[in-house]
């Protein structure tokens, strides 16, 4: 299925083994942006959706339902959030922030618009711009050390008396010896990158340490990959099979595998993820910025 135009021109992009990535000097981000990607941050959503059966948890339904009120969501993806948020709540108006230029351009609800920026260089906004500020999945995107630095970004253009929220997922536990083995190859990239697989039990100290916020949440919750989530526990594995299946170029050479043999203990790890009945941790954190600050 396909599921996005494309925004800008190909040279934006690098290929490596037929896989389409962004061509940026530097950049952490370990996925590709193809279509095969963007499809599985769709699936992604809606399972996420499906598990907190909503698609935030911060107490601003009154906020969406204002006229003009706005919403940023950093590390858009596809957009499938802001998408999803903004038919829902036409008054509100939506920006999504992704250095990665594949969201749609002209199919799209009129309250949503995307920018193309690295978060990880500051947002291109104005202090106090945003009535509701929206992170999810960032785990590996922010080195370790700067999340401090970018929950103190993502304050800085929040309104006085808005909400950030915050969403993430953690690493898988319950694993088979096939599922260990690729989880250990996903910590040692993690360590090499300087990314924390960990993030989400820090993420409510970082929260309370920027001092800028009160009213502060957390919300748990679990992804299951039993086969007594029947569809929801189904759309899990597809979604974990996808995305190890596109962090091939990352994790083989780790494993010291060849690409048949890399499919193999993909195949493998999902019937794992079954039998053991493995889980992820996935959390929100809300909190809403003091007046005055
Ligand atoms: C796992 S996806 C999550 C997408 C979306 N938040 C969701 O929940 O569906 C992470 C996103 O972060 C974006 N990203 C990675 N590094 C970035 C950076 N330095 N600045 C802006 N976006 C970045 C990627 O392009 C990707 O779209």
Known sequence: MVVA????????????DGRRYNNIEGLKYPLPNDYDELDRLHLQHFVIRHIFQSNFSAPVEHVLNRDGSKVLDVGCGT????????????????????????QPYSIKPRNVSFINTDVLNGLPFE????DYVFQRLMVISIPRN????????????LKPGGYLELSEIGPP??????SAKIRSAFEHFSEHKDIDFNVLCKLRSFVEQNGQFN???????????????????????DNIKI?????????MP??????????????????????????QHIIRIYACKMENN
């Open 173 to 178: 536990y319950e694993l088979g010896p096939v």
């Open 146 to 157: 700067f999340w401090p630095d970018h929950i103190s970004e993502l304050t800085r253009v």
């Open 127 to 130: 202090d106090n711009t945003f």
């Open 5 to 16: 135009e494309l925004t800008t021109s190909e040279t934006n992009f690098k290929y490596i």
């Open 243 to 251: 995305l190890f299946g596109n962090l091939i170029s990352t994790l």
């Open 79 to 102: 957009g499938s959030w802001a998408f999803d948020m903004a038919t829902n709540y036409p008054k509100a108006e939506f920006i999504g922030v992704d250095i990665s230029p594949v």
């Open 254 to 279: 780790i494993l010291d595998v060849t690409s048949e043999e890399y499919y193999e203990m993909v195949n493998s790890m999902c019937k794992e993820l079954s039998d053991f009945n493995s889980y």
């Open 215 to 237: 009213d502060i949440h957390e919300v748990k919750n679990e992804s299951f990959f039993s086969p007594e989530t029947g569809k929801l526990g189904r759309a899990a594995i």
